[in-house]
């Protein structure tokens, strides 16, 4: 008999979303905890989201345990009402949280935080996964307070030809020009999503912020944002590189069909004092 809902001790919620309610749960025998992702089957399919909660699974799936940033699947079961996905916990909740609280990140902490995105981005767009929904409160932090990438259930296994896939509109703040324009997404929405987040996390506040949703995407459309003094020059720089309205000219994208380069992200002079090697090894530095 494979595992089922009995072999956890479940506690807390940890979040709620349309289709499902993830729980702190704890491993009978192991001890071991985890987050566990539960969907109610009656509701998937009243509302036909059953194939929605079948592609995310896939996709953890494929993104299987290869990378310390992005969340991992260990076990997914069913029961007669729910589907239930057990997942790595991230006990430090969301990187949202870090930066309502201390107002903007350290540059030196901005700057490990957006190189661990990048490596993990790297990871994903390598197995033809694009996120679609990156933004602050899909990136969890871990005990060791390193990113843990979650959320997929708007992520997207891109077909074989690797390039292009329907529109999906994401968060107001962080969504792409081209996903406001009814075309279509690629691994690039991420690039400008990452932009976004890097701006976010430098600044303290949102790049793009009207006072209606509405007005949010027409400041996005007209690509109109400014940086406030004192902002890093070369932070200034990378951001300049991503928050570009044709997503094969963001830094990241490569010439067009090659899919991405992420190797010309981690060259950019921001991420100059990187070490890419001991990225996942090396203690976080202090958020202040
Ligand atoms: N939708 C999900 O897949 C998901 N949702 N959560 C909780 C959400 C809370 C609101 N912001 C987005 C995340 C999780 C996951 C994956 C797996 C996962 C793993 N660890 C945590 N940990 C948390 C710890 C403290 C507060 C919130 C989440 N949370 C999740």
Not at 194 to 200: E, F, N, R, T
Not at 260 to 272: E, K, S
Request: aromatic share 12%.
């Amino acid at each position: 008999m494979g595992t089922t809902a009995d072999d956890f001790e479940f506690g807390r919620i940890l979040g709620e979303g349309s289709y499902s309610t993830v729980m702190l749960a704890k491993h009978k025998t192991t001890q071991q905890e985890y987050a566990i992702k539960i969907l109610d089957k009656g509701h998937l399919k009243r509302f036909e989201k059953l194939p929605t909660a079948l592609a995310e699974k896939n996709t953890l799936v494929r993104l299987g345990a290869g990378h310390p940033g992005i969340v991992r699947l260990h076990w997914a079961f069913q029961d007669e009402w729910s589907l239930y996905f057990v997942l790595d916990l991230a006990r430090n909740g969301e990187l949202q949280t870090r930066i309502s609280r201390m107002g903007s990140l350290s540059l030196a902490c901005g700057r490990w935080y957006a190189a661990q995105i990048v490596d993990a981005l790297g990871y994903m767009h390598s197995k033809g996964v694009i996120h679609r929904d990156l933004k602050p409160e899909n990136l969890l932090l871990d005990d060791a307070y390193r990113i843990k990438i979650t959320d997929f259930g708007t992520g997207k296994i891109l077909d074989s030809g690797g390039e292009r896939t329907k529109t999906f509109v994401g968060t107001a703040q962080y969504v792409s020009p081209e996903l406001l324009e009814d075309s279509e997404t690629s691994k690039s929405s991420d690039f400008w999503a990452l932009g976004c987040i890097i701006y976010q996390m430098i600044a303290g506040r949102f790049a793009f912020q009207g006072l209606s949703e509405y007005l949010t995407w027409q400041k996005i459309k007209q690509l109109d944002y400014s940086f406030p003094e004192g902002f890093d020059e070369q932070a200034k720089d990378l951001v300049q590189k991503l928050l570009v309205r044709d997503p094969a000219q963001r830094l990241g994208a490569g010439p067009p069909g090659s899919g991405f380069d992420m190797q010309a992200l981690r060259a950019h002079p921001f991420f100059g004092s990187i070490n890419w090697a001991t990225l996942w090894t090396d203690p976080v530095p202090p958020l202040e």
